[in-house]
Nanobody, 119 residues
Framework: QVQLVESGGGLVQAGGSLTLSCAAS????????MGWYRQAPGKQRERVGT???????SYIDSVKGRFTISRDNAKNTMYLQMNSLKPEDTAVYYC?????????????WGQGTQVTVSS
């Protein structure tokens, strides 16, 4: 059974930093693209950014220059370094992975971690 577990969320003041982690565990054959998503109260879930297995990243415009996604393939772990945080970054952050566990790829989601940025 594959699990994605996020950690590192919390409360931070505007302008501060946080680092989120997403660890995949279980029977893992291969992980392709991994991504971070977030959902603020009353809003739809949005993609924050993604990273391929070779390390190519992409981000939404609102976080470019402030957020950095990285991954450690040996540990099946992805990170989200968030700097210069703003109150509008407040949301539940979810990780997602396109992962092969049983001979085919499918999408897996973590349970989410809360990030709250106070003004």
């Amino acid at each position: 059974q594959v699990q994605l577990v996020e950690s590192g969320g919390g409360l931070v003041q505007a302008g501060g930093s946080l680092t989120l982690s997403c660890a995949a565990s279980g029977r893992i054959v291969k992980i392709n693209v991994m991504g971070w998503y977030r959902q603020a109260p009353g809003k739809q879930r949005e993609r924050v950014g993604t990273i391929t297995s070779s390390g190519t990243t992409s981000y939404i415009d609102s976080v470019k220059g402030r957020f950095t996604i990285s991954r450690d393939n040996a540990k099946n772990t992805m990170y989200l370094q968030m700097n210069s945080l703003k109150p509008e970054d407040t949301a539940v952050y979810y990780c997602n992975a396109d992962l092969n566990s049983e001979g085919f790829f499918r999408s897996y989601w973590g349970q989410g971690t809360q990030v709250t940025v106070s003004s």
